[in-house]
């Protein structure tokens, strides 16, 4: 049996792409999911999904923007499967510009979703982990966390921000000994409704062809369930996964 059965995963972002394909994974393989995103028709449907698969997955309504309804998604885990083991830290925007376009409101948006809200993700599950002396965060950084590239600059901020805080919080923890164990996980291209979020036609079209050759989301969730299921006492810190054929 794998250490995956049972466990408790709270994913956001999982209305589509890796966080979607990460929730089907983990419920084949018997944890128990709880769903967060804006998109509640998307959330219903997976919930269904999996049930008619044979996993169990509960969901909920949540803007990782909002502090409170972070808490509350963390309360709700509690109340219905008693406990948290992982966080998947996956919600994420990339509406890519050169920043001489100066699409601020898109920069405010990259900042509150890819760095508050998995801080305000982290803040959320930590006291519990903590206190329980146990648990398991997984954050969603990219390749743009290691590289950086025009018209990326704002998105490879806030995925460098990701590497950081995940680094930041391993230190912490294992010097702490609560026996947290944190992973920050970096994508290559990968097919998902992520291009959708750029908005500049000129970026949208080297993005588009950039992921010609992009990965499937099931291949990131296959690394992520890896992870999990580790013995306690091992921590994968650092995965970067691309397609073969990615340069940078
Ligand atoms: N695809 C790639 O090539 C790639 C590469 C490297 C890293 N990543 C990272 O992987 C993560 C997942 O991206 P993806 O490729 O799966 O893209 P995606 O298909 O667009 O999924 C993004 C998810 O984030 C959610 N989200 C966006 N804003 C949110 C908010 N304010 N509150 C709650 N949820 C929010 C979306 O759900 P709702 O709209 O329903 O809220 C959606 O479920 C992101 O952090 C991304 O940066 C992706």
Not at 206 to 231: C, K, M, V
Request: net charge negative; with cysteine.
């Amino acid at each position: 049996m794998s250490n995956t059965q049972d466990k408790v995963v709270i994913i956001t972002g999982a209305s589509s792409g890796i966080g979607e394909a990460t929730a089907k994974k983990l419920a084949s393989k018997g944890a128990k999911l709880v769903l967060a995103a804006r998109r509640e028709d998307r959330l219903q449907k997976l919930q269904e999904d999996i049930k008619e698969n044979g996993g169990k997955a509960i969901y909920k309504v949540t803007d990782v923007t909002s502090h409170e309804q972070m808490e509350e998604l963390a309360a709700y885990a509690l109340e219905e499967f008693g406990q948290i083991d992982v966080l998947v830290n996956n919600a994420g925007i990339m509406p890519q510009a050169f920043l001489s376009k100066k699409k601020i409101d898109e920069w405010d948006s990259m900042i509150d979703v890819n760095i508050k809200g998995v801080l305000y993700a982290i803040a959320a599950v930590l006291p519990y982990m903590r206190e329980r002396k146990s648990g398991h965060v997984i954050n969603l950084s990219s390749v743009a966390g290691h590289n950086i590239y025009p018209g990326g600059t704002v998105y490879c901020g806030t995925k460098h921000a990701v590497r950081a805080i995940s680094e930041g919080l391993r230190q912490e923890e294992a010097m702490s000994g609560t026996n947290i164990r944190v992973t920050n996980v970096s994508p290559g291209a990968v097919n998902s409704e992520l291009l959708e979020t750029t908005s500049d036609p000129e970026m949208k079209t080297g993005l588009d062809e950039f992921y010609q050759t992009a990965i499937n989301a099931d291949s990131i969730a296959r690394t992520i369930a890896f992870a999990i299921e580790q013995p306690s006492d091992v921590a994968i810190n650092e995965l970067i996964i691309r397609p073969t054929v990615q340069v940078g």
